[in-house]
């Protein structure tokens, strides 16, 4: 366990733990994984800042810190090559997972924010009626990561899974930090960025801060959004 309160968030570091595996010879061999404890606690310890900065972070993405919207942040360590992704929300158990694998320290307020944002969604759902029903009416690509075979497959199916993610995505761009792959900067030098995507980038962008009004944390935003 790395952080507790009593009703406020958890944040809990996993995968740091020597392990017991077999080799080639069905031999048991310690696995040392001492490396990753100070990776673990580094993005631990900037996730604990994000969902803990009342005075700067908008409030609904504060109002999660309280243990009955995000009751766990759970840092994980999955090395291979098949697990690809850097942050999950459950909403099933209102828990955020990080993988310290594929998570650089500049991403970590990146993918923190997306995920807290799909917390949001999940528990304000009406308040976005509008803005769901632009983005399923036109599933659009408009990042690296909506352009992906994942939310590509995702957007053809035609559910309200895809406006999630998209708003998730808005959300990292307008609050995120000015680092990282998830970032707004990252977005703008993106070269397969397309024509196509900044159209749709600034229509969903527009929509979304109807909904979230106040002041983006990130000063490229209102440049980019117009």
């Not at 995507?197 to 935003?221: C, G, P, Q, S, Y």
Request: with cysteine; hydrophobic share 35%.
């Amino acid at each position: 366990m790395f952080k507790i309160h009593h009703g406020e968030t958890t944040i809990k570091v996993t995968g740091t733990e020597d392990r017991v595996k077999l080799d080639w010879n069905n031999q048991p061999y310690i696995e040392n994984r001492s490396a990753w404890i100070e990776p673990s606690k580094e993005v631990a310890l900037i996730a604990h800042a994000r969902i803990e900065d009342i005075k700067n972070v908008p409030e609904w993405l504060t109002l999660n810190h309280h243990g009955r919207y995000i009751r766990h942040i759970v840092t994980y360590v999955y090395e291979s090559d098949s697990v690809r992704w850097a942050g999950q929300y459950q909403h099933n158990v209102r828990t955020i997972r990080l993988n310290v694998a594929r998570l650089p320290a500049d991403n970590v307020v990146n993918v923190v924010t997306h995920e807290t944002a799909h917390c949001w969604f999940h528990n304000n759902r009406e308040a976005l009626d509008k803005f769901v029903k632009l983005v399923m009416k036109n599933p659009q690509a408009i990042d690296f990561y909506s352009r992906g075979r994942k939310l590509r497959r995702m957007a053809k199916m035609n559910n309200e899974t895809y406006a999630n993610e998209i708003h998730s995505i808005l959300a990292t761009l307008k609050h995120g930090s000015e680092t990282g792959e998830c970032s707004l900067q990252a977005l703008e030098q993106d070269e397969s960025r397309t024509d196509n995507e900044i159209k749709w980038f600034k229509i969903f962008a527009k929509e979304f801060d109807k909904v979230h009004t106040e002041k983006a944390l990130n000063k490229r935003w209102v440049k980019a959004t117009q």
